[in-house]
RNA sequence: GCCUCGUUCGUCUAGUGGCCAAGGACGCCGCCCUUUCAAGGCGGAGAUCACGGGUUCGACUCCCGUACGAGGUACCA
């Protein structure tokens, strides 16, 4: 139920996403922070490019904490010239998503990530879906077993849950008891006669410890006696994330596993296979989990906003981009504005750190302001014309404002709101008092502090007069006057300024006023002055 | 419960034995600028480096415990 609002969700999203955006190009070379000096290529062994893979299931919308993850191992193989691959470990069938993939793909589109093996682009280790290596996986598991790793279990799931029951009562850790493990030949074979539904387990050593090298970790140890037999095939056939990461992994030659660090626990077991089946293991690097506000992993419910929702919020994915590389990953102790070439260059794995971090929205609604500011008015307009031509109801202008925009006029309105904006999505909110025609405000907003009725009533008239004599409607004609006016008439700039401000824009915080005239019209802003004055009269 | 990981300002983090009576950034507070709101400038509060033991001439940095947090403990990934 739940995954169905969701999906309904950001289907709708999915195409506002498609009406908003046609991705353009924007590598603009603004904030240069990281000094040049530092750069040498990474010291790549001979021949042996890097290749690394995020490999992501689609059981739901993958939220920030996954395009952090998959960050990391873009950035790395983008900094060594190494491959980067995109595999969809999709062998929970009944958990999976419709869509979920493509939401994926829009999102390393929105983001501008690309990869060099994957779904649709394909490549000389596919295929990338793992629903189409069920048979690769068999095939190992048969391996495994025929080399005494691996043994089929047909134990039935209502075994296994009295099992687990009266573990629980005994206060034991719940474990499969390895029952299958033991079965005699002729058990075996009968349990085939019969036709027994069967999974595969993989026979963990009893006895020794493994030892997991990580390379952000370090040794970490495990005694193979905690380590159950854990199933690696289903009895439909699929494979468990266990056995088919490692012969994808394997197969696909990936140099460097970065994942999460909750797969800690279970990569014991990955190594067993991957010595029983007598491979190479590639280099582990188990990052830190994104947290929540909570402190709790991030999750999709639950304080984690999927790139949609930080698209709709007008976030600049450029934004997102460098503030998603901070999370469990420094490049030193001050610098923090990296463009994405920046990054590229002097992105290493050796600074990311073993803690999880927790994701700071404040801080992303900070760096995207700054990313606003550092960009070029002509980009600003275009970029933030779809969020406000979007529906009001979308968080678009008014309805009564008719599209598309008038871009000229548009500009100079949204020069005035630049270094003011946080957020591309604030925008109609913020400027729609220049496009609509009827202002709704509390008449009680336009007598200042310190004033009365019958000042404003005069201030507003005196102001009316004096702008209405002027040859030119600009900021710098109206502003040297209208300060002698406040003068004259013994009031404080900001007392006769803001009664203006309100009866122009139905605000008390605007842009300057004469600047804020001069973009509204002349036209535009008397009619509003003259509203004023009726409205107090 | 058991296993494992983690622990530096509220938050992101710098720090790999002396350069640290711990630096930067966000946020917060104040001042300046100022017609409002921002932006910007300046300044401030904020961390006994989770706690306790070691090791060492010297520990935020190494070791051991403890506490707390998190993850795992599925025919999920």
């Not at 952000?216 to 380590?227: A, E, P, R």
């Not at 709790?296 to 709709?312: G, Q």
């Not at 604030?426 to 609509?436: D, K, M, T, Y």
């Amino acid at each position: 139920m739940k995954s169905c609002a969701y999906y309904t969700y950001w289907m709708v999203m999915l195409q506002w996403v498609k009406f908003v955006c046609d991705e353009e190009e924007r590598d603009s070379a603004f904030m240069t922070q990281v000094e040049n000096q530092l750069e040498k290529m990474p010291t790549g062994e001979a021949g042996h490019k890097p290749r690394l893979r995020f490999a992501p299931s689609p059981t739901g919308l993958m939220h920030i904490g996954g395009f952090r993850t998959m960050l990391f191992s873009w950035l790395y193989a983008r900094h060594t010239g190494g491959t980067f691959i995109l595999r969809i470990e999709d062998t929970d069938v009944a958990r999976t998503v419709e869509g979920a993939v493509d939401f994926l793909l829009h999102g390393m589109r929105w983001m501008d990530l690309d990869y060099d093996e994957g779904p649709i682009v394909g490549g000389q280790y596919g295929p990338y879906y793992q629903t189409q290596r069920k048979a690769i996986y068999q095939q190992y598991a048969h391996q495994l077993i025929e080399s005494g790793h691996a043994y089929r279990c047909y134990c039935t799931a209502e075994r296994l849950e009295q099992l687990r029951k009266a573990q629980a009562a005994q206060k034991l850790p719940p474990r499969y008891d390895r029952n299958c493990r033991y079965l005699t030949e002729e058990q075996r074979a009968a349990n085939e006669a019969a036709g027994l539904k069967y999974v595969v387990r993989i026979a963990m050593p009893l006895e020794g410890e493994t030892v997991v090298h990580d390379e952000i970790h370090g040794d970490i140890t495990f005694k193979n006696s905690d380590i159950d037999d854990a199933v690696i095939l289903k009895s439909d056939g699929f494979a468990l994330y266990h056995l088919a990461s490692i012969v994808d992994d394997h197969l696909m030659g990936i140099t460097h596993v970065l994942r999460g660090d909750e797969w800690i626990s279970s990569a014991p077991r990955h190594i067993q296979i991957y010595k029983a089946l007598g491979w190479e293991l590639p280099l582990f690097y188990h990052v830190p989990t994104v947290l929540g506000k909570d402190k709790k992993k991030l999750s999709k419910r639950h304080n984690a906003p999927s790139w949609i929702e930080l698209k709709e919020k007008g976030f600049l994915p450029e934004a997102v981009f460098n503030f998603l590389a901070l999370i469990g990953w420094s490049y030193d102790d001050k610098t923090e504005l990296f463009t994405r070439e920046e990054l590229i260059r002097v992105f290493t794995l050796d600074r990311i750190g073993a803690a999880g971090g927790i994701y700071d929205p404040d801080k992303l609604l900070w760096m995207n302001g700054v990313y606003i500011r550092q960009m070029p008015l002509e980009e600003l307009i275009e970029r933030t014309l779809p969020y406000m031509e979007r529906p009001e109801i979308a968080g678009g202008l008014p309805d009564s404002v008719k599209r598309p925009l008038d871009k000229a006029y548009t500009s100079r309105v949204l020069h005035l709101e630049h270094e003011r904006l946080k957020t591309l999505g604030e925008a109609a909110e913020v400027v729609s008092f220049f496009f609509v025609d009827e202002l709704h405000y509390d008449t009680a907003m336009l007598v200042q502090k310190g004033m009365d009725i019958d000042r404003t009533l005069v201030g507003l008239m005196r102001a009316r007069d004096l702008l209405n004599s002027l040859e030119e409607w600009k900021h710098e004609v109206m502003e040297p006057p209208m300060r002698e006016l406040a003068a004259e008439l013994g009031m404080k700039p900001g007392q006769l300024f803001g009664a203006i401000r309100v009866a122009i824009s139905g605000r008390t915080a605007t842009p300057p006023l004469f600047e804020t005239m001069e973009a509204l019209g002349r036209e535009r802003s008397m009619a509003r002055i003259e509203k004023a004055i009726e409205r107090l009269a």
